[in-house]
């Protein structure tokens, strides 16, 4: 599945930058997020909780960033696994761009899922997808702008 998007955010680069590299923030935009650990260099460790459908999972994964150019994009790998629920992976090529008015932030996906999720149907997992991206991404916005108006 393929989600290519991007939206606008009220600050500056710099300041989305810091934001997508910090675990605290990322912790409290990543929807059903109970915990997150580690750094940009050292890639990190998260504990998801969601329900897909009628599936519902607990995932634990890793996530990493390569092709880092500083406060203008990289790429994020991550996988996790979520018992007999399946497995979600996926590549997120994100990038910064300023604008008037802010910072443009695009992002590519390429997610795959597989066990039991992947029996849910496409139709299913591409709008749970497409929900949590949006979700996401509504939650950075919110958080940074909100830093930035405090």
């Given at each position: 599945?393929e989600?290519?998007?991007?939206?606008?955010?009220?600050?500056?680069?710099?300041?989305?930058?810091?934001?997508?590299?910090?675990?605290?923030?990322?912790?409290?935009?990543i929807?059903?997020?109970?915990?997150?650990?580690?750094?940009?260099?050292?890639?990190?460790?998260?504990?998801?909780?969601?329900?897909?459908?009628?599936?519902?999972?607990?995932?634990?994964?890793?996530?990493?960033?390569?092709?880092?150019?500083?406060?203008?994009?990289?790429?994020?790998?991550?996988?996790?696994?979520g018992?007999?629920?399946?497995?979600?992976?996926?590549?997120?090529?994100?990038?910064?761009?300023?604008?008037?008015?802010?910072?443009?932030?695009?992002?590519?996906?390429?997610?795959?899922?597989?066990?039991?999720?992947?029996?849910?149907?496409?139709?299913?997992?591409?709008?749970?997808?497409?929900?949590?991206?949006?979700?996401?991404?509504?939650?950075?916005?919110?958080?940074?702008?909100?830093?930035?108006?405090?």
């Amino acid at each position: 599945m393929e989600m290519h998007s991007s939206r606008v955010i009220a600050a500056d680069r710099a300041t989305i930058w810091a934001a997508l590299n910090s675990a605290e923030v990322l912790k409290e935009c990543i929807p059903g997020c109970e915990e997150l650990t580690g750094s940009p260099e050292e890639g990190f460790s998260a504990i998801v909780k969601q329900k897909v459908g009628p599936v519902k999972a607990t995932f634990k994964g890793d996530v990493t960033l390569s092709n880092v150019v500083a406060r203008e994009s990289y790429t994020i790998t991550g996988e996790g696994k979520g018992g007999v629920a399946g497995f979600a992976k996926g590549v997120a090529n994100v990038r910064l761009e300023e604008v008037e008015g802010g910072t443009e932030l695009f992002y590519d996906v390429d997610a795959k899922v597989g066990g039991k999720l992947a029996q849910l149907g496409s139709r299913l997992i591409d709008g749970f997808a497409r929900k949590m991206a949006d979700q996401f991404f509504e939650n950075f916005q919110a958080n940074v702008e909100g830093d930035n108006a405090a």
